[in-house]
């Protein structure tokens, strides 16, 4: 129990039709155990374990409200960008985000804080993999989003 927090993608796989006329029809898409059709395919792009210093910036920055209901914040290619500037920033200076307070989000001493820090350079690489997977989108093909969602 605690904080998870997920960066993922995801790619909605467009319908391909064939023919003309009378002849003109949906061509099947691939199935999932060859029972339902796959509408979209989803894929871990970071995860976080009580990391509430990123957490409580994205839900401060990137949702209307200011509030986490556990609901998908999208991220489109500029909060992605501030958010890898952020981790720049916050990997320079320790005190650069605030900690967060949440039922289950863990410790806020500098222990804890240093080592999620730690792994930021690895972080700014996922981001920017994801930032330019976002940018390459071929919406002939396909539609993608990038979104982050917590749960605790």
């Not at 997920?6 to 003309?20: E, V, W």
């Not at 209307?64 to 200076?93: H, R, S, V």
């Not at 350079?121 to 330019?132: C, F, G, N, S, Y």
Request: charged fraction near 35%; glycine fraction near 4%; proline fraction near 3%.
């Amino acid at each position: 129990m605690g904080l998870d927090m997920y960066l993922q993608a995801r790619k909605f796989i467009r319908t391909q039709y064939k023919g003309t006329g009378d002849e003109f029809r949906a061509l099947p898409k691939e199935k999932m155990d060859d029972m339902f059709e796959i509408s979209h395919v989803t894929s871990d792009v970071l995860y976080w374990r009580k990391n509430h210093w990123v957490h409580g910036f994205i839900v401060e920055n990137f949702t209307n409200d200011g509030e986490d209901d556990c609901e998908e914040i999208p991220m489109d290619c500029e909060k992605l960008e501030e958010l890898a500037k952020t981790l720049e920033a916050w990997a320079e200076n320790p005190h650069y985000l605030d900690a967060t307070e949440g039922f289950f989000f863990g410790s806020d001493d500098e222990e804890w804080r240093d080592m999620c820090r730690e792994r930021i350079p690895e972080d700014i690489l996922a981001i920017r993999k994801a930032l330019l997977w976002l940018e390459e989108e071929d919406f002939d093909k396909e539609w993608r989003e990038v979104y982050y969602q917590a749960s605790w």
